[in-house]
């Protein structure tokens, strides 16, 4: 079977409504979403703090799709068996977080979950070059991690980089910050196939209206469409 390079849109819970995190989930779902992406931050890692373990079990039983987990903590390693419990599907975790990044995507593995791993927008991607062959995916940052709704930074030669670096390996190319119609065609063209969006998925809709939610997914991916 050829690995799936289809474009994938991964609506971040970030920018959901916090305290109608389940509603919110069947809502994108119901309207597009390919995978949910939950971002989790230590306030140590990055200046932020989000949710833990027993969140993001409860999150699962929410999802119907893929659970992309984005781990934005140091240290990652002893953690890994409590995502696993939680059910994500896919854990990653920053290269930036730690001196081993290669015991981590093993472990991670090693737990039944595919592994990611992330380069926030400072680290160039030879930073992956080793562990390309025990990844299933690659997340580019394109805003420094910790909040949503930041501008999108311009990413784009990494992404092509890295799409010459994965060759026919099956690994995804995650994009994660900023992004919007405008600048999802750039980095689709360079090689992405899933595209984090949390402000331009979730403005303008709610649960109670959740049509401008598949609004804004139809509209990344129309963006998307036009490339050849
Ligand atoms: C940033 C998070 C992102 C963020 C994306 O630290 O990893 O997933 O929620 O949000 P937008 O799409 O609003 O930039
Ligand atoms: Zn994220």
């Not at 893929?66 to 002893?78: G, R």
């Not at 081993?100 to 926030?120: C, E």
């Not at 994009?175 to 405008?182: H, N, R, S």
Request: charged fraction near 20%; proline fraction near 7%.
């Amino acid at each position: 079977m050829t690995f799936d390079r289809s474009l994938k849109i991964a609506p971040s819970i970030l920018s959901a409504d916090f305290a109608d995190f389940g509603r919110e989930i069947r809502a994108v779902e119901d309207q597009g979403a390919n995978w949910i992406h939950v971002d989790v931050m230590d306030g140590h890692f990055v200046p932020n703090l989000t949710f833990g373990p027993p969140a993001v079990k409860a999150f699962r039983r929410h999802v119907t799709t893929f659970m992309d987990v984005h781990l934005m903590i140091a240290p990652v390693d002893p953690y890994i068996e409590a995502y696993a419990d939680a059910g994500a599907d896919l854990l990653t975790a920053h290269v930036e977080a730690g001196p081993h990044i290669h015991r981590t995507l093993q472990a991670i593995r090693g737990n039944g979950m595919k592994a990611g791993v992330a380069l926030n927008p400072g680290t160039p991607a030879e930073a992956v070059a080793h562990v390309l062959d025990i990844c299933d995916l690659v997340c580019v940052m394109t805003v420094n991690p910790g909040f949503g709704g930041q501008s999108f930074i311009d990413m784009t030669a990494k992404v092509r980089q890295l799409r010459t670096m994965i060759g026919d390996r099956p690994v995804h190319i995650e994009i994660d910050g900023g992004v919007t119609p405008e600048t999802a065609p750039l980095v689709r063209e360079a090689g992405a196939d899933v595209l984090v969006a949390g402000s331009a998925v979730f403005s303008g809709g709610s649960v109670e209206t959740p049509a401008p939610y598949g609004e804004n997914i139809r509209a990344i991916r129309l963006s998307c469409d036009t490339l050849v």
